[in-house]
């Protein structure tokens, strides 16, 4: 079960470990330089139905098809049954594989909207996503959801069981409430009570994973189909090789001084690559920071990351951190 091979409605997958949908980090770049740690599936950041509706050509920012089909999926966050038909079939049109539905997302500009977890609070609006979707596209069909708005309205297990009704294919589940965010730790009972409730179908568990006995820990306790990294994997994108060797009963070290820092090229590589130098670099000094983490004299290092502008810069800047640590 651990780390293993996924197969759901005819497609295969290497391996059960996939990464979340997230806005403004699993863009094109980053899941090409995730590709280095072979996760066994990812997603888009999300998109938003009502400006893809109405721009099509959007999608291609987000995604490019049918090459990245085989690995990636598209997350769609909205709330009109009838543009997710359209979208839906448009996409199939294009080679999709896996379509995602956000009915998680918690952020109050997303919630004003009435999207993302505010969905949680309208099962039969759900059901008529649901279904829309699942009549338009014949590919994977999925829906992340919370527990439900707040805690005096846990209603993950409904809105579970629509989506089993309507034929989507698995459910990811982050098991806090849209009022709580990430206020508190991630309620992995109510994953187990899930898995419980729908043995035969596919449950993939997310929330509060950033080590590799995290991992292990919950995915025994609750006994998903799969896990589905969002921060831990965002901050350290070598988790997934991490994760693997240590399921298999190995201990793996943190990745050394040198290959962080080759990591952190590699990736800015591929951000330059698809968004030009300038605003590849200035995307990158946030993971940069997030790369360096617990590293000597780490808060004397992130002082330079304002002023990268350049490739140039950013090879001074690693020349900087190894003399640093040549002299500690």
């Not at 649901?130 to 708005?149: D, E, H, L, P, T």
């Amino acid at each position: 079960m651990y780390a293993s091979p996924f197969f759901v409605k005819g497609f295969s997958f290497e391996s059960n470990i996939f990464m979340a949908p997230l806005a403004g980090i699993t863009d094109k770049a980053f899941r090409a330089f995730l590709r280095c740690f072979k996760p066994g599936f990812m997603f888009t950041e999300m998109v938003p139905l009502p400006a893809l509706f109405h721009r099509a050509s959007l999608l291609e920012d987000y995604i490019d098809l049918p090459v990245e089909a085989k690995d990636t999926g598209i997350q769609i966050i909205g709330n009109n049954p009838e543009w997710f038909e359209g979208i839906a079939i448009e996409l199939e049109k294009r080679g999709l594989k896996w379509l995602d539905i956000n009915c998680g997302c918690s952020v109050p500009k997303v919630l004003k909207q009435k999207h993302g977890a505010y969905l949680m609070r309208e099962p039969e609006r759900c059901r008529q996503i649901f279904r829309a979707i699942r009549n338009s596209f014949s590919g994977i069909c999925s829906v992340k959801i919370r527990a439900g708005w707040d805690r005096s309205s846990l209603n993950y297990l409904r809105i579970s069981e629509i989506a089993f009704e309507e034929g989507l294919d698995v459910v990811f589940f982050h098991p806090r409430t849209a009022r709580e965010r990430f206020s508190s730790p991630a309620e992995w009972q109510w994953v187990k009570n899930l898995k419980m409730a729908f043995p035969q179908k596919y449950i993939f568990g997310n929330g509060d994973l950033f080590t590799e006995e995290d991992v292990q820990q919950k995915w025994q306790y609750s006994e998903v189909n799969g896990m589905l990294l969002a921060r831990g994997a965002m901050k350290a994108p070598w988790f997934f090789s991490c994760i693997r060797r240590y399921l298999r009963g190995e201990n793996p070290p943190p990745p050394s001084l040198q290959q962080r820092l080759e990591y952190l090229m590699v990736h800015m590589d591929c951000l330059i690559e698809k968004k030009g130098e300038r605003k590849g670099v200035k995307e990158m000094r946030k993971f940069m920071g997030w790369y360096l983490s617990g590293m000597y004299g780490v808060k004397k290092l992130r002082r330079y990351l304002p002023g990268m502008k350049t490739r140039k810069d950013v090879v001074r800047f690693i020349q900087i951190v190894y003399n640093m640590h040549l002299i500690s």
